[in-house]
Nanobody, 125 residues
Framework: QVQLAESGGGLVQAGGSLRLSCAAS????????MGWFRQAPGKEREFVAT????????YYIDSVKGRFTISRDNAKNMVYLQMSSLKPEDTAVYYC??????????????????WGQGTQVTVSS
């Protein structure tokens, strides 16, 4: 079992940057692919980015390509989402999630068994 805790959210102006962190508990972190999802008010949760167990494969939703970077540090049980050139439409609660059924990563929320509590990101115009 994996427990996840996000941090690093906050209020930032459009064009600014934030780095979200997700700390994972457990000795088997390196066996889980990780994902970041977000949910804006009144909208469904959507996929943002995913990274494979080794970190060698990443995949992003089109709207964040070139602006966001997902990475992981298996020695520290951490996954990160570096966000730059932020836009007001990036405002949402961001969640990290872990899956052990899709080692290459997944864009499907149903693939993920473990979720963090979320961290709020607000981008002002």
């Amino acid at each position: 079992q994996v427990q996840l805790a996000e941090s690093g959210g906050g209020l930032v102006q459009a064009g600014g940057s934030l780095r979200l962190s997700c700390a994972a508990s457990g000795r088997t972190f390196r066996s889980y692919a990780m994902g970041w999802f977000r949910q804006a008010p009144g909208k469904e949760r959507e996929f943002v980015a995913t990274i494979s167990t080794s970190g060698g494969t990443t995949y992003y939703i089109d709207s964040v390509k070139g602006r966001f970077t997902i990475s992981r540090d298996n020695a520290k049980n951490m996954v990160y989402l570096q966000m730059s050139s932020l836009k007001p439409e990036d405002t949402a609660v961001y969640y990290c999630a872990a899956t052990n059924i899709s080692p290459g990563g997944s864009s499907l929320s149903v693939s993920y068994a473990y979720w963090g509590q979320g961290t709020q990101v607000t981008v002002s115009s």
